[in-house]
């Protein structure tokens, strides 16, 4: 195990799969356990007709992967998962919460 520690926010789980649409996003798997590195700004997208929908994009990278560089996901696509089960779990694991 590297003495490096990585850190992260959050630990998610994602609810569903996500296809990414560009190059800045990562490809999620339904129960897929993520790291969350960063939450970023919201983008606002005019939908159809005067309603305006905010969409939040948090950039993640899969759990326990080194070589993965990760990447943006919708934050409706994930969920929290239980603090307690990531402290025991992860802490073993080199990672730490920030």
Known sequence: MSDEHEEY????????????????????????????VE????ECVRSSGASLTFHHWWKVKPMGVSDVQGG????????SVSACW?????????????
């Open 9 to 36: 926010i959050a630990v998610l789980k994602a609810s569903y799969d996500y296809v990414p649409q560009s190059e800045d996003e990562i490809e999620i798997k339904e129960d897929q356990l993520l790291l969350l």
């Open 39 to 42: 939450k970023t700004d919201d």
């Open 72 to 79: 943006l996901v919708p934050s409706a696509y994930v969920e």
């Open 86 to 98: 990531t402290t025991a779990t992860w802490t073993r694991r080199g990672m730490r919460a920030k």
